[in-house]
């Protein structure tokens, strides 16, 4: 206690030395905290994302000529074609398991007596919901049956069918309208968080309803045998080029066909997020580091000023090991107080940035994607970086310490 009460009377008499100690402390570890939470609430949106999708998956979209060929100008509006799935289905079977098609039919009034809601109503293959991940509540999704028979069945969204009833699951098996048409739901799938809702039905059935005659709105698919990066822009060279063919296109017009590969685009997620976990631990280290070198040089300062003080504590009979404990303890507990503000600091920077950052939701245009998740560190990690800052402190007060303990006292009281 005694100790203790010394260390808090040295404290006050040296209250800037101690802040000086104290912030770069404090600072050191709260920048670390502060950019590894902001780097994993980034890192942990990406990967929320790419759940929503099957990785081993290509999605194909129509696009616009760029560039002139066989007397055709650019700028052409290139619509996907019957015979673009065919080619698909017959010509790269090497590499694609299953094909299918997604074609959408956007403001669709969905009601069930005096409820409705508007919607997509939007025409799907059987595969498509291990494409897109769609998570069935209850009942079915899509099925064969559905497609080759043109069945006027409907897969809706949760919090679609709750603004249609109070019984979502009990709305299964019932029928409700789409426009004119009566459709019986034989399933309610999780809508995605900040995702747009749709409500599926067999392709088929949506591009008779509304005469789409042989255009498919998007192809998809899922694929094998393309495990490096090379071995898919190989692919998907070859495969834009034959589907070009069918709409008199350049084969190397990159506009005319639009390619969603969802495994390069994972791969390079993946990279990217390697890189971003190095350079966020790199930065963040040189930031503890700075903090470290502040305190070193600080308890160098404070050890040198305090010789005087030793000599005397010696001249009247102080023990080396007593001068060498105090400075010890000094720093062990100036460096754990500070460190332990820096650490709640952090943590609360983090929790602000996930009230506020981590509600902000972007429109891709696809779907509805938030840009920040969970912008936590390991409690592991708060921890280990207060104390390697303790530790830094006190072995930084060590060396001149144990020169401080041994110097005669005749010296140490000519010190200025």
């Not at 030395?17 to 104290?22: D, E, F, I, P, V």
């Not at 290509?58 to 060929?69: A, D, L, N, R």
């Not at 692919?235 to 084969?251: G, I, V």
């Amino acid at each position: 206690m005694e100790l203790l009460n010394e260390i808090w009377q040295t404290a006050r008499r040296n209250k800037l030395r101690t802040g000086l100690t104290g912030f770069a402390v404090a600072w050191g570890i709260f920048m670390l905290i502060v950019l590894l939470g902001a780097g994993n609430g980034l890192i942990n949106a990406q990967l929320r994302q790419s759940t929503r999708f099957l990785s081993n998956s290509m999605k194909i979209f129509g696009g616009e000529t760029s560039k002139p060929y066989k007397g055709l100008k650019e700028g052409r509006d290139i619509r996907l074609k019957e015979r673009d799935l065919q080619t698909t289905e017959s010509e790269f079977s090497a590499n694609i398991d299953e094909t299918g098609a997604t074609q959408d039919q956007y403001a669709q009034t969905v009601s069930r007596g005096q409820q409705y809601v508007n919607t997509t109503l939007t025409g799907v293959y059987p595969n498509h919901n291990r494409i897109d991940k769609t998570e069935m509540l209850y009942g079915r999704f899509i099925n064969k049956i559905d497609l080759d028979e043109k069945r006027k069945v409907l897969v809706l969204g949760d919090q679609t069918a709750a603004e249609l009833t109070n019984d979502v699951k009990g709305l299964v098996g019932e029928y409700v309208e789409v426009g004119s048409f009566a459709f019986r739901v034989v399933g309610i799938y999780q809508e995605p968080q900040n995702a747009r809702s749709n409500a599926f039905t067999a392709y088929s059935t949506l591009n008779t309803m509304f005469n789409k005659s042989d255009e498919v709105g998007n192809i998809e698919f899922t694929f094998h045998g393309l495990p490096t990066q090379q071995a898919n822009e190989q692919f998907e060279s070859k495969y834009r080029a034959r589907l070009n063919a069918n709409h008199q296109a350049a084969p190397d017009d990159e506009r005319s066909i639009w390619i969603w590969n969802r495994y390069t685009q994972s791969m390079q997620m993946n990279t990217g997020i390697s890189i971003i976990r190095m350079a966020l631990w790199i930065v963040g280290l040189f930031t503890l580091l700075s903090g470290i070198v502040g305190v070193s040089n600080i308890m160098l300062i404070t050890v040198k000023e305090r010789t005087h003080e030793f000599g005397i504590r010696k001249a009247i009979g102080a023990k080396p090991w007593s001068i060498l404990r105090l400075i010890i303890v000094e720093s062990v507990i100036i460096t754990t107080f500070f460190g332990y503000i820096g650490m709640l600091l952090g943590i609360m920077a983090n929790e602000y940035m996930d009230a506020t950052l981590g509600h902000d939701v972007i429109d891709t245009g696809l779907f509805k994607a938030t840009m920040f998740v969970d912008p936590t560190v390991g409690l592991d990690v708060c921890l280990e970086a207060t104390m390697v800052m303790v530790v830094a402190g006190t072995f930084a007060g060590l060396v001149p310490a144990m020169k401080a303990a041994r110097i005669r006292p005749i010296e140490a009281l000519r010190a200025e």
